[in-house]
């Protein structure tokens, strides 16, 4: 895979995809490998946000005595997005990282339901991505 993408700030933005038929064999990992660093680089630098749903965030990203399912502007507006990035980035970076599973082996076994708590994680993950993909900008 060969990508190169020129100025966004340019009126002409000349952008060029080479993808090779191995790029699409497991292209959720090939993905990944890129979207991984994006995101990171959008928690370093974020200038703006969404409004992230409470019901998309732990209760202790919710502002306190506040049930409605609103999202408004208060100071852990940019924590419910920054815990949104940061779910998206660990299940990507599930993807890439091959020995994921050796946590869940012990000399005990496998422990199968912390697997399974790590994969709802990374589904989570994925749909927050795929909630909040036009927002990906900053």
């Not at 890129?34 to 630098?45: A, G, N």
């Amino acid at each position: 895979m060969k990508v190169t993408i020129g100025d966004p700030t340019k009126d002409k933005r000349k952008v060029r995809v080479k993808i090779h038929k191995h790029d699409t064999w497991d292209m959720d990992v090939t993905l990944a490998h890129i979207v991984v660093p994006m995101l990171k680089q959008l928690v370093e630098t974020t200038h703006s946000g969404p409004a992230v749903e409470l019901k998309d965030v732990p209760s202790k990203l919710r502002p306190k005595g506040y049930e409605a399912p609103d999202h408004g502007m208060d100071h852990l507006y940019f924590d419910r997005w920054h815990w949104v990035l940061n779910e998206m980035i660990f299940a990507f970076s599930t993807k890439i990282d091959p020995s994921i599973e050796d946590q869940y082996f012990t000399e005990d076994g496998y422990d199968e339901a912390g697997m399974e708590k790590h994969q709802k994680r990374v589904a989570n993950g994925f749909r927050l991505f795929g909630k909040y993909y036009e927002s990906l900008w900053d």
